[in-house]
């Protein structure tokens, strides 16, 4: 945990917290006060100002981000806004919503070690706290493997690890789990419950996935339009918040004629295969879901139906209704895809590089 910071009641105080992007109030107004020991839930619907309240914990916002800040904000007997950024992250921990962008060593060893080394720790506490971090997030096993070729989930939870290697007193995860399969995103909750339970660590994480969180959770905490709306035991609060829902029978399509297969398709990285003899068809007017284990293959077999990555053995072949030019495809973290500076221009680009701009 924080060396210089003992146990306080509360760890986290916020009092009219504002914050004001340019043309934008992303926070109005916000108080909360967060108990040591404590297991909270931020959740709401896109733009509420959940990740901003998360930067503003961490003084990501405002030494970091750019924005106009009013009220007290006050984690573990810290100042996140004044205080150096390194000494805050001895303390605050934050896994951001993309892991990637917090990624940027060789190796899952250096990347969980970097914390603890840029803290002037012996080697051997820097050992323990990387072997603990990995076992407490089930990355033991991916210790030498390139940060770079690892799945999205992969690299959620060495993310994870590479904060919990700091030992901060508050933990704060933007959504931690949205990259996880069933069993990656379990043991990652319970690895948040045992810090809680057996190391006093305060963990808020922000979610739209809740249902998991519930049974963990002492309070669920309600953001809609910058302001907090409801705040309470985590159940009774959401009753409150989200309509009904009625639950319907999807609707069974009539199948359609063939538009692309993959024939025992072989695919892979640096000559290891990730896909082995896959043989898939997808059909005309298909609805199809890939699932699968963190590290499966999906990725890469999206890569390879998009003509992104070539196999290594087998083929694809392309019916006669069917075209690889009329492939679209969204990568998992939409940034790596976004190359200019406006929308509009963005969206432009496609057409434009296709000869069509003049057909707008």
Wanted: net charge negative; proline share 7%; aromatic share 4%.
């Amino acid at each position: 945990m924080g060396t210089d910071v003992g146990p306080l009641n509360p760890v986290v105080e916020v009092r009219d917290l504002r914050v004001r992007y340019p043309g934008v109030e992303a926070l109005e107004g916000i108080d909360l006060s967060v108990d040591s020991g404590s297991f909270v839930l931020i959740g709401g619907p896109s733009g509420g100002g959940k990740s901003t309240l998360a930067h503003a914990l961490v003084g990501l916002i405002p030494q970091m981000f750019p924005a106009e800040v009013g009220g007290h904000v006050r984690v573990a007997g810290l100042d996140p806004w004044r205080e150096p950024i390194a000494r805050v992250a001895s303390h605050v921990g934050l896994v951001l919503q993309n892991p990637a962008t917090q990624l940027f060593n060789g190796t899952v060893e250096e990347e969980v070690a970097f914390g603890p080394r840029n803290l002037g720790l012996p080697p051997e506490e820097v050992a323990a706290r990387v072997a603990y971090a990995l076992e407490a997030t089930g990355c033991d096993r991916l210790l030498h493997r390139s940060v770079r070729h690892l799945s999205g989930g992969e690299q959620q939870r060495v993310a994870i690890a590479a904060v919990l290697a700091m030992r901060p007193s508050v933990l704060v995860l933007d959504e931690p789990t949205a990259n996880l399969d069933e069993e990656g995103a379990q043991a990652v909750i319970r690895t948040l419950d045992g810090l809680r339970r057996r190391h006093g660590v305060t963990v808020i994480v922000i979610e739209h996935r809740l249902e998991k969180f519930l049974p963990y959770a002492d309070r669920l905490v309600w953001l809609d339009g910058g302001r907090v709306v409801a705040d309470g035991p985590p159940a009774e609060t959401l009753t409150r918040v989200l309509p009904p829902h009625e639950p319907r029978r999807a609707e069974r399509r009539r199948a359609e004629a063939p538009l692309v297969s993959l024939e025992g398709v072989t695919a892979g990285y640096d000559g290891r295969a990730v896909l082995s003899d896959c043989s898939l068809t997808l059909h005309k007017g298909e609805f199809a879901a890939l699932v699968g284990p963190n590290g499966a293959g999906k990725t890469t077999l999206a890569r390879v139906l998009a003509g992104l990555l070539r196999p290594q053995k087998g083929r694809v072949v392309w019916h006669a209704n069917g075209r690889r030019a009329q492939v679209g495809f969204l990568q998992q973290n939409a940034l790596h895809q976004l190359v200019c500076d406006t929308v509009e221009e963005e969206v432009l680009l496609g057409p434009r590089n296709l000869g069509l701009l003049d057909a707008l």
